[in-house]
């Protein structure tokens, strides 16, 4: 990091550009330790192969409810060891203890890391949130010196509303938001805000329609970046270059042609099985997946037979056999 909390948003304006990707954490089969190797042979394929600009990493497709406090340090080390000077990376201090947020912050800080991103919390026995929320990013805001994203999403149990954001957006280093909500509602908070706060979210699916109707520069960010594309076809990377470059007909024809890759993932992925589905997805790739941590759930059998069927057919140019030759 090289500067200072109140040049956090001449920062972010710069650097948080283009396509970011949330990071699966994999882990290895029967020991379910970290797989330090993997993350970064993944880390190192999504850079040098796919293209993607930076990672979003230890949130919920992390796992990082299943992590320890030093197994989330290390994931941000080992990030920033493979990333540095090639990509940029954001590091998740959500947490629903106060303390740990700013533990994981300062840890961030101190390693040379550029931004964080914080969920909004569980709340309990309120049912106006505003105060408690904008207090609760002030704090943190005022204990570290790095770019902050917001990220508001149903899982809280609320939505924080674009007038919050805006407000909260107002603190000096609240530089982006992950706003993972209905579209009326960050079309909104990006006329409200746009010179003060990037506004993104998480849907691949609405990532062109944003680049051309609301001139979003930054995709942050879920796994479709490195579950999309192989080393051979950079799709998304191909239609999000046309779409910034204007050449909206043409991004617009690539951007579709994804439709069956896309089908074929979304078909297969069993609601209670997130995380595995996408390790699983991963591994017929040629990247490195392993299984879930409790209480998140494997795939059974059946499960990854209907996966495997769905993505042989779906026109991706690499497979099981490619990646083993």
């Not at 990006?190 to 706060?197: D, F, P, V």
């Not at 520069?217 to 779409?243: E, F, G």
Request: glycine share 6%; with cysteine.
């Amino acid at each position: 990091m090289t500067f200072h909390r109140n040049q956090a948003k001449d920062w972010a304006r710069e650097h948080m550009r283009g396509i970011w990707a949330a990071a699966l954490q994999p882990f290895k089969p029967g020991s379910l330790a970290l797989d330090e190797d993997g993350f970064r042979a993944n880390l190192r394929h999504w850079i040098d192969d796919l293209g993607i600009d930076g990672f979003f990493v230890g949130g919920k497709q992390g796992e990082f409810f299943a992590l320890s406090l030093a197994e989330r340090k290390r994931v941000f080390e080992i990030t920033l060891e493979e990333t540095r000077g090639k990509a940029q990376a954001i590091m998740s201090c959500s947490d629903q203890n106060m303390d740990t947020v700013i533990e994981l912050a300062r840890h961030a800080e101190k390693i040379g890391a550029s931004s964080i991103v914080v969920h909004a919390p569980l709340l309990h026995f309120t049912s106006k949130q505003d105060e408690t929320l904008f207090n609760y990013y002030k704090t943190i805001s005022e204990e570290t010196n790095l770019a902050i994203a917001m990220w508001s999403h149903p899982d809280s149990g609320y939505l924080m509303s674009p007038e919050l954001c805006s407000r909260i957006a107002d603190l000096p280093n609240i530089v982006a938001i992950k706003y993972s909500v209905p579209r009326a509602m960050y079309v909104r908070l990006t006329e409200m805000a746009h010179k003060k706060l990037i506004v993104s979210t998480a849907s691949e699916d609405e990532w062109f329609d944003n680049i051309v109707e609301l001139d979003w520069r930054l995709y942050l960010c879920s796994s479709p970046p490195y579950l999309l594309q192989t080393k051979h076809d950079r799709r998304m990377r191909d239609y999000t270059d046309l779409a910034f470059a204007g050449e909206t007909a043409r991004a617009r024809v690539v951007r579709d042609s994804l439709n069956p890759v896309r089908q074929a993932l979304s078909s297969t992925r069993p609601p209670e099985k997130p995380p595995a589905h996408g390790k699983y997805w991963q591994e017929l790739l040629g990247q490195v997946g392993g299984p879930a941590r409790r209480p998140m759930l494997d795939l059974s059998e059946a499960e990854k037979a209907s996966t495997r069927a769905a993505f042989e057919a779906c026109g991706l140019p690499m497979g099981i056999a490619a990646a083993a030759e």
